[in-house]
């Protein structure tokens, strides 16, 4: 079946570094990816997301590149803070009638 | 902005009380679901609608029930709580997009339910 495979962390960095998420997914078809965030006592909010093969969803300095050829949808920032201390769940949906296949989530944490 | 609203942050029930958890959403979704967020288990649907007075099983629907009277809100019900219901239940919303790539989720802050 479908499935979303993702690094779970925890993954701790240091103000200012580079950060990646690996996401790798096995779906039929052509489905569309997304990058959802979770702060500390709240719920899922959408971060970016891709639609087709080699599009680029991009939000809030974060990136991400829909690669049918590896499928994968790695999570980049290029220097990231404090504040982006969160949960990080990459998922898939296939058609509005499937359901979204979420990856177990990354948390990160931003020291100063 | 789309909002989703959930009746309570936080609940505290006891064993074998029914317990309703109520989502509302004010952009016309037609597409509602419900989770639960376990530490180590992820998120899991436990039931969702496409339009009102429909519903679907989710992956884990056991002990639990719903119901959508109106297309914008839609109600979780554990009929006998248990302590194993003990979780963050999160309620989501999106348009259908029929024929077209598929949107993401709005997602409501959560309701952290305890059961003792």
Redesign the interface.
């Known amino acids: 079946g479908d499935s979303v495979t993702q690094m779970e962390g925890p993954v701790t960095l240091s103000e200012e570094a580079f950060l990646t998420i690996n996401c790798t997914y096995t779906a039929t078809g052509y489905p569309s990816l997304f990058w959802y965030v979770q702060y500390p006592g709240e719920g899922l909010q959408l971060l970016l997301k891709a639609t087709k093969a080699d599009d680029k969803g991009s939000n809030k300095g974060f990136e991400a590149t829909y690669r049918k050829e590896t499928t994968s949808f790695h999570l980049e920032k290029g220097s990231v803070q404090v504040s982006d201390s969160a949960v990080y769940f990459c998922a898939l949906k296939k058609t509005s009638y499937d359901k979204v296949i979420f990856g177990p989530g990354t948390s990160l944490s931003v020291i100063p | 902005d789309v909002k989703?609203t959930q009746s309570s942050r936080y609940l505290v029930k006891r064993t074998g009380e029914k317990v309703f958890l109520e989502c509302v959403q004010d952009m016309d979704h037609e597409?509602m679901f419900w989770y639960r967020q376990d530490p180590g288990l992820?998120?899991r649907?436990i039931y969702?609608s496409?339009d009102v007075k429909m519903k679907e099983k989710?992956?884990i629907p056991e002990g639990y029930s719903v119901s959508r009277e109106k297309k914008e809100r839609f109600s979780l019900i554990l009929e006998s709580a248990s302590t194993n219901q003990t979780s963050m239940y999160?309620c989501?919303s999106?348009w259908?997009?029929?024929g077209?790539?598929?949107?993401?989720?709005?997602?409501?802050?959560?309701t952290r339910l305890t059961v003792l």
């Open positions: 989703v597409n992820g998120l649907l969702f496409y989710g992956d999160l989501a999106s259908d997009t029929s077209r790539a598929p949107n993401e989720q709005f997602f409501g802050p959560g």
